[in-house]
């Protein structure tokens, strides 16, 4: 069976390399800060990666959280240095990351010249290149002009949520800088196409004859049960993101959204993805995609978790498993985020369009103050 491809498919593919227009020159560049939560580039980095994660409440709730992150961190941080190095010594989310943001405002010049140059900025939660060292870079480069832009596709108050309130909190460093933000796309086309191309490039590993039977299974990193039943709208924006790309596929094979990455004793959404893998053997399923739905390039979830634990768990059960790429360099990927950006910025110029929709809601159960605060800072454009 040849490898299917749609009109849109061909339209975002032809669209990436068209670069013909050169910004203006002396201009201030127009921000496009992607945020995401980051991982350590190196083994050594994975000590201060685990204490800024469990230190953060929007994340993972902790009582006397102060005193116990460090001793969390310092408990696993052995385990988490052994698989980063089974992948390479570090995770490649950074260099990814740079590559997507450097395509992406390449392909802004051209298609929106109006807030041309545009620039690219990393800002991870966690781990180097933090919040406040990126002010400072904007600063340097004269930036008047941003766009806080989630790389999450989905929502949730523990990871959009958590890196919005991070700028909020070193507003005074970002002084003099005009703000929006995208915080949810999950559904987008080109972001629905990229993964749909993924897994019909995974699918062909299969034979012909027996290819619509291979199970698609799409796995997202889970949540905290305390964090679901408050109203995070996450679960329902990843099942959103899964139709999508079912519908893009015409439904051809059985699927299932479930979830990885579980962290403690305490609930989380489930079920987990190697339970699922032992469910499919027990009903003889002998084909399997592994499916990251909720990533945007490698990382430890992907290149560990995925591919060293749950295709080799699966391959004992007797399942011949393969796992969709992720997005990393997909040009059609590239293209579907500087087309979001563009036309929010569009939509901003003219008024039309909201700079978040999420601003002003907060989930029912949140008790975070820091959240509303943050969303009025920016719907005023981060301005006090």
């Not at 950074?94 to 900025?121: C, F, N, V």
């Not at 870079?137 to 806080?148: S, W």
Request: glycine share 8%; with cysteine; hydrophobic share 40%.
């Amino acid at each position: 069976m040849a490898f299917r491809t749609t009109p849109l498919s061909r339209a975002l593919s032809r669209s990436y390399a068209t670069l013909h227009n050169s910004p203006p020159s002396g201009k201030s560049p127009t921000a496009i800060v992607m945020l995401n939560m980051g991982g350590p580039a190196t083994v050594p980095e994975t000590h201060d990666f685990l204490k800024n994660l469990f230190s953060d409440r929007d994340l993972i709730p902790l009582p006397f959280q102060s005193l116990l992150a460090p001793l969390i961190a310092k408990r696993r941080t052995p385990q988490i240095e052994a698989q980063y190095a089974a992948i390479g010594g570090g995770s490649p989310i950074l260099r990814w990351s740079e590559t997507q943001g450097e395509g992406m405002a390449k392909l802004l010049d051209e298609i929106h010249p109006e807030t041309a140059p545009h620039r690219s900025y990393v800002a991870f939660r966690y781990v180097r290149p933090l919040t406040e060292a990126v002010a400072k870079q904007m600063k340097a480069d004269g930036v008047k002009r941003a766009i806080a832009f989630t790389q999450y596709p989905q929502y949730s108050c523990s990871t959009t949520g958590s890196s919005l309130n991070e700028i909020y909190r070193k507003a005074g460093d970002f002084d003099g800088i005009e703000w929006s933000v995208i915080d949810r796309w999950g559904t987008h086309p080109g972001f629905v196409e990229a993964v749909a191309q993924n897994i019909e490039a995974a699918l062909q590993k299969f034979p012909e004859e027996s290819r619509a039977e291979t199970v698609l299974l799409f796995s997202a990193h889970s949540l905290p049960m305390s964090v679901v039943n408050r109203g995070d709208p996450y679960v329902l924006e990843v099942s959103a993101t899964v139709s999508a790309v079912m519908d893009r596929l015409r439904h051809a094979n059985p699927y299932r959204l479930v979830w990885q990455s579980q962290v403690g004793p305490s609930a989380w959404m489930g079920m987990q993805t190697s339970d699922a893998i032992k469910g499919l053997a027990r009903l003889g399923k002998k084909q399997v995609v592994l499916v990251p739905i909720a990533f945007t390039s490698d990382h430890i979830e992907t290149l560990y978790e995925l591919d060293l634990e749950y295709v080799k768990e699966a391959k004992e059960l007797g399942i011949n498993v393969h796992r969709a790429e992720s997005l990393n360099g997909s040009p059609v990927f590239v293209r579907a985020l500087a087309d979001i950006a563009a036309k929010h910025l569009k939509d901003y110029t003219s008024g039309s369009g909201p700079t978040s929709l999420q601003m002003g809601l907060r989930c029912p159960g949140c008790t975070n103050e820091t959240c509303g605060k943050q969303k009025n800072w920016f719907a005023r454009g981060g301005r006090a």
